[in-house]
Each structure stands twice: as structure tokens, then as C-alpha cells.
């Protein structure tokens, strides 16, 4: 079982910054992939980011290539989502989540799952 807290949301001007932060219970193995989605009201969740345990490989959405980038602290069991160039239609329920498969970027292959955090982004 794997516990996971998000923090780091809030409400931020278009073209502004965020960093997303997940903290995870306990340290996972290298198979683990750790995930972002994000849903917005009336929306299906959709695929923003993820990152392998061992950081080598990452993978990120179509509508957030380029401006977000992933890291992770595996001292730490961190994983950390920095947002940059957002725009109102990044905000959402930003969900951080753990799969026990490698490369795993459909929802469904996610074993685990925090609480979300708000992300606001103002015109």
C-alpha cells in the first residue's frame, strides 16, 4: 500500500509558474511509475505526466509538452511536477499517482492515488 499526498496547488496569473509536490509514503520500487492527471468540471481525467522511480524515463501529454517538466527525489520519495508557462486551461483537480508497471500513462494501469490539488489559473 502506498500513500500519496499532493500539495503545492493554488491560484496563479496566466503565464505563471507552479510546482506540484508528491510525497509517498514509503519508497517504491524501481518498476513503479509515479503519474500526474488532472481533471477539470465536466471533464474526463486526463494524462499529464510521468516519471519510472528511476527517473529515466518520462513521458509527458500533448498539451503540456514543453512547458511542464518532471523530477523525483528518490531519497525523499518525491516526485515533483513544475508547471511553467501555464494557461487558464490548465486548471483543474491535479492528481498525483502510483502504478507498479513501467511506462504506465493510462489511469487505469494506477494502483494508487492522492487526494488532488486545486490548480487556478486566472485570465
Known amino acids: 500500500q502506498v500513500q500519496l499526498v499532493e500539495s503545492g496547488g493554488g491560484l496563479v496569473q496566466s503565464g505563471g509558474s507552479l510546482r506540484l509536490s508528491c510525497a509517498a509514503s514509503?519508497?517504491?520500487?524501481?518498476?513503479?511509475?509515479m503519474g500526474w492527471f488532472r481533471q477539470a468540471p465536466g471533464k474526463e481525467r486526463e494524462f499529464v505526466a510521468a516519471?519510472?522511480?528511476?527517473?529515466?524515463?518520462?513521458y509527458f501529454g500533448d498539451s503540456v509538452k514543453g512547458r511542464f517538466t518532471l523530477s523525483r527525489d528518490s531519497a525523499k520519495n518525491m516526485v515533483y511536477l513544475q508547471m511553467n508557462s501555464l494557461k487558464p486551461e490548465d486548471t483543474a483537480v491535479y492528481y498525483c499517482?502510483?502504478?507498479?508497471?513501467?511506462?504506465?500513462?493510462?489511469?487505469?494501469?494506477?494502483?494508487?492515488w492522492g487526494q488532488g490539488t486545486q490548480v487556478t489559473v486566472s485570465s
Open positions: 499517482a502510483a502504478a507498479n508497471v513501467v511506462m504506465a500513462t493510462a489511469s487505469y494501469e494506477y494502483n494508487y
Open positions: 514509503r519508497r517504491t520500487s524501481s518498476r513503479y511509475t
Open positions: 516519471i519510472s522511480w528511476s527517473g529515466g524515463w518520462t
